[in-house]
């Protein structure tokens, strides 16, 4: 039996568990979006003709790598509304940011760079080393240089900009720049500057969408070439990021964000009722998930939601992304657990009894914020770790993002005669198995001594 109390409410309640997993738990698969009516029609017409958003996005790719600057300002302009000179944001404009931003702004941008770069440090510390033993070890070195994907158009977010790049600085990156999106008069919010500065990115350009990225893989007369492109974005930078991946490392596929609140009865409805408004006022594509075990929470919250819904700024788009996801009522502990496994969360929150005692059952989540005095939003700004996650299921097999994505591993070997003449009979014989006579002549001229 699937339920929704009370009917006219904004979350919807499923009981049955195979039911949830065919609506609340279930995600649409990330292939050639369905794009808006009117934004659909506007790349039609960019085009002169029917396009799907994965064409489009090889197209302008094709574009900035055959025009360079010309096309990364074309696009960026047309894209972003706006107009400029210079693609570089220059010195005085960074210079200005830092007056623009209220004192209180920058002190809480500075106390998050403060916060992350600590996690990140003891992060390094328990990071792989480098190495060699008995002619065999690697080298570990930093990536040479990282371009950071500064996301957010309406909206500012320099805290993504921080919980991007401050890993990488921490890892030892030797150069760190930045592309993003331009406001109508051309100059790039102050806040993501402030951000950019404090946290390490050097150098920062006017460049948003799949033409900043597509600059950042094969470089411009003015945007440098970079070894690996970081950061969260839109459907279009997702989508160039699949598009150039093996021409550029690609830190991982990042989709709207999702919250999955486990609460068992002791937890505060009200609470519970907020942590999944502050994923669902994201986007109309975030999913807000609960997990309950009794359906008395589980309308006990949903009530919250209605009652808190109304004084949100951003109230329809968090209505709209509450509709996405729902409540599903658990018949005990260990079916919540696993759904919330199997759904492989971008945030777990548990707010259960002990919570401690559940992590070693927890296998897949990015983040498990454990308790109420450890909602997801501290995560979002100043808890440490960043809160750059995977999404879309992908926790089954991705991390968050950390210091190991700005390293690279680099396999040495170094024997010395003896080992030659230890290894190498083995390794003539397997060559010579695999019909590989040349390899198998390359150790036996060793081994003769020739």
């Known amino acids: 039996m699937t339920t ?11 009981e049955d568990v195979q039911q949830a997993r065919e609506t609340v738990l279930k995600r649409e698969p990330v292939a050639d979006p369905v794009l808006p009516d009117a934004l659909q029609q506007s790349i039609n017409d960019l085009w002169g003709e029917p396009v799907s958003p994965a064409d489009h996005v090889r197209r302008i790719i094709e574009a900035v790598r055959t025009e360079g600057d010309a096309a990364v300002k074309r696009f960026s302009e047309q894209f972003d509304g706006s107009s400029y000179t210079s693609i570089e944001v220059p010195p005085e404009e960074i210079a200005a940011a830092f007056e623009q931003v209220t004192q ?67 890892a030892g990156v030797d150069d760190i720049i930045g592309v993003t999106s331009a406001r109508a ?8 500057i402030v951000a950019a500065r404090l946290s ?19 470089g411009t007369e003015s945007i440098p070439r970079v070894d690996k492109i970081f950061g969260p974005g839109g459907v279009f930078v997702t989508l160039a990021k699949q598009q150039l991946f093996g021409k550029v490392g690609i830190d991982a596929l990042y989709g709207p964000t999702e919250t999955l609140v486990l609460a068992d009865d002791s937890a505060s409805p009200d609470l519970a009722a907020a942590d999944l408004l502050a994923q669902a006022e994201h986007d109309v594509l975030a999913t807000p998930v609960l997990i309950t075990l009794s359906r008395g929470m589980a309308e006990a919250i949903a009530e919250q939601v209605d009652l808190q819904l109304p004084v ?51 296998r897949s989540a990015g983040g498990v914020f454990v308790g109420e005095s450890s909602p997801e939003v501290l995560g979002d700004y100043t808890a440490g770790p960043s809160h750059v996650m995977p999404t879309g299921g992908s926790a089954r097999f991705a991390s968050p993002l950390s210091v190991l994505d700005f390293l690279r591993v680099m396999s040495v070997v170094h024997l ?7 290894l190498g009979p083995f390794a003539a014989d397997l060559a010579r198995a695999e019909g590989l006579t040349a390899h198998a002549h390359s150790i036996e001229r060793r081994l003769e001594g020739r």
Request: charged share 25%; hydrophobic share 45%.
């Open 4 to 14: 929704t109390s009370p009917t006219t409410g904004a979350l919807r309640i499923v």
């Open 104 to 170: 209180e702004q920058h002190d809480a941008i500075a106390f998050a760079v403060w916060r992350v770069r600590r996690y990140h440090e003891m992060q390094m510390e328990h990071a792989p080393t480098s190495f060699k033993t008995r002619g065999a070890g690697m080298m570990v070195r930093p990536l040479k240089i990282a371009g950071v994907y500064m996301t957010g158009a309406d909206a500012a977010l320099p805290s993504s900009v921080v919980h991007t790049a401050v890993p990488g600085k921490v």
């Open 185 to 192: 008069d051309g100059s790039v919010n102050p806040l993501k």
């Open 200 to 218: 390490g990115i050097e150098r920062i350009f006017r460049a948003s969408g799949a033409q900043g990225l597509a600059a950042l893989a094969y």
């Open 312 to 362: 949100l700024e951003r109230e329809s788009i968090a209505r709209a992304a509450i509709a996405r996801g729902g409540a599903v009522v658990a018949a005990d502990l260990d079916q919540a657990l696993e759904l919330a496994n199997e759904f492989a969360p971008e945030h777990l929150c548990l707010l259960v009894q002990d919570g401690e005692s559940l992590l070693p059952r927890i």
């Open 416 to 422: 010395d005669e003896e080992d030659v003449q230890r």
